[in-house]
T-cell receptor, first 115, second 111 residues
Framework: DAGVTQSPTHLIKTRGQQVTLRCSPI?????VSWYQQVLGQGPQFIFQ???????GRGNFPDRFSARQFPNYSSELNVNALLLGDSALYLC??????????????FGSGTQLSVL | QKEVEQDPGPLSVPEGAIVSLNCTYS??????FMWYRQYSRKGPELLMY????GNKEDGRFTAQVDKSSKYISLFIRDSQPSDSATYLC???????????FGTGTSLTVIP
């Protein structure tokens, strides 16, 4: 079975541009979460989606948005990119509504570099 | 104060050594505790999952949780060069929908 898949694997953008990252969860998983991992730090929670609805949002500006599709795949959008947005963006899926006891399975991430 | 504190290391040990990795936390509501292994520029891989206090063993890995001290540990026995990676602790609360991660400890096992 395929794990969590993310695309693209690497991306280079310039300041002010917009970017869209994509994620397909493990088959049968209905919840998708997005995390940002800056080099040398642990992942930071951005969003959680379940059944196409936002169920949680971390402390990120409105430039960050996301959505989940009927097939449970998800997109993360970041507008007006800043240098500080350079990071590894991780998508994680879990089986059901992201209750605290749900295990998170991560994709390999999208490495975003903003120049 | 951060929700989760983890010594970033780096930690370097000889092959076969016992490794101890630790995290402390401040939120007493945390009930679920996890350890992830992350290779360079890859996504975290779930290693261990523990609910509340106690020990859990899986092969060479043992996870311990001491909720009274707000302290969790991961022990790796008979460490191998393939264990060289960054180890992240993570935890969550029953009412929450996000996981809180430590900064990760970089481990190198020298052959």
């Amino acid at each position: 079975d395929a794990g969590v898949t993310q695309s693209p694997t690497h991306l280079i953008k310039t300041r002010g541009q917009q970017v869209t990252l994509r994620c397909s969860p493990i088959s049968g998983h209905k919840s998708v979460s997005w995390y940002q991992q800056v080099l040398g730090q642990g992942p930071q929670f951005i969003f959680q989606y379940y059944e196409k609805e936002e169920r949680g949002r971390g402390n990120f500006p409105d430039r960050f948005s996301a959505r989940q599709f009927p097939n449970y795949s998800s997109e993360l959008n970041v507008n007006a990119l800043l240098l500080g947005d350079s990071a590894l963006y991780l998508c994680a899926s879990s089986l059901d509504l992201g209750a605290a006891n749900e295990k998170l399975f991560f994709g390999s991430g999208t490495q975003l570099s903003v120049l | 104060q951060k929700e989760v504190e983890q010594d970033p290391g780096p930690l370097s040990v000889p092959e076969g050594a016992i490794v101890s990795l630790n995290c402390t936390y401040s939120n007493s509501a945390f009930q679920y505790f996890m350890w992830y292994r992350q290779y360079s520029r890859k996504g975290p891989e779930l290693l261990m999952y523990t609910y509340s206090s106690g020990n859990k063993e899986d092969g060479r890995f043992t996870a311990q949780v001491d909720k009274s001290s707000k302290y969790i540990s991961l022990f790796i026995r008979d460490s191998q060069p393939s264990d060289s990676a960054t180890y992240l602790c993570a935890m969550s609360a029953p009412t929450g929908n996000q996981f809180y991660f430590g900064t990760g400890t970089s481990l190198t096992v020298i052959p």
